[in-house]
């Protein structure tokens, strides 16, 4: 009888520590999802706060190359204005050009300058 309740103690002891080993483990894989979804959320902040930066940047970024293709057309306004005012000062001028052109050809002293003469007075070196 004796032996009978030292066994039966014994085995009571048995399951209670197997109970408080259970709980132990139980809290511990408790305490680990939590540790896991707690760490997850800090993830999805840090990714939502690097996307954020990188998506500002990125904007930056776009705007600086809207700028620069902005700068680049108004360039290409203004060499085209530019060729145009340059082409139509030709037009007017072409004529008037082209007859200064003939007239000094065909106007040309037939006497000889005056420092090949020798005659180096007045002249301006």
Known sequence: ?????????SVKKLLDAEKKANEIVERAMS???NKMVEAKMEAEK????YKDEQEAE???????QHRKINDLSHLDEEVAE????????Y?????????????SIK???????????????????
């Open 31 to 33: 305490d680990k999802q």
């Open 107 to 125: 106007n040309v002293p037939l006497q000889p300058p005056r420092g090949l003469k020798g005659d180096f007075e007045g002249l301006e070196i």
């Open 1 to 9: 009888l004796r032996f009978a309740r030292i066994m039966e103690e």
């Open 58 to 64: 990125f904007e930056i970024e776009k705007e600086e």
């Open 46 to 49: 840090e990714i939502s706060r």
């Open 82 to 89: 530019e060729i145009k005012i340059i082409k139509e000062e």
């Open 91 to 103: 037009e007017t001028n072409k004529k008037e050009v082209i007859k200064f052109l003939l007239d």
